[in-house]
């Protein structure tokens, strides 16, 4: 079993920046892919950005201003977030995988391990 653990979520006016993190322990050998995704209340849970060996994904939306990245020495999965606009406020997740399974309907992983969530508020 896989636990996450997000933290670095917070309050922060348009155009500043933050950094999430998410801690992984228990068995997390053969994890193949990780990635943070964003709920916003009404609105359908979206996959934000995703790592994989040598290779990244980000949505549209967050393209060229968020960065993810991991540090396997931590088992530490991190989201930097520039340049926030107030339609970032959602609360963010992170998730894990140990398949290569695709998703027919988004062409994306299946993610089976997944974090508590930290809330990210953009807002003057």
């Known amino acids: 079993q896989v636990q996450l653990v997000e933290s670095g979520g917070g309050l922060v006016q348009p155009g500043g920046s933050l950094r999430l993190s998410c801690a992984a322990s228990?068995?997390?050998?053969?994890?193949?892919?990780m990635g943070w995704y964003r709920q916003a209340p009404g609105k359908e849970r979206e996959l934000v950005a995703e790592i994989t060996s040598g290779s990244t994904y980000y949505a549209d939306s967050v393209k060229g201003r968020f960065t993810i990245s991991r540090d396997n020495a931590k088992n530490t999965l991190y989201l930097q977030m520039n340049s926030l606009k107030p339609e970032d406020t959602a609360m963010y997740y992170c998730?894990?995988?140990?398949?290569?399974?695709?998703?027919?309907?988004?062409?994306?992983?299946?993610?089976?391990?997944w974090g508590q969530g930290t809330q990210v508020t953009v807002s003057s």
């Open positions: 228990g068995s997390i050998f053969s994890i193949n892919s």
């Open positions: 998730a894990a995988n140990k398949s290569t399974i695709v998703v027919v309907t988004t062409r994306r992983y299946e993610y089976t391990y």
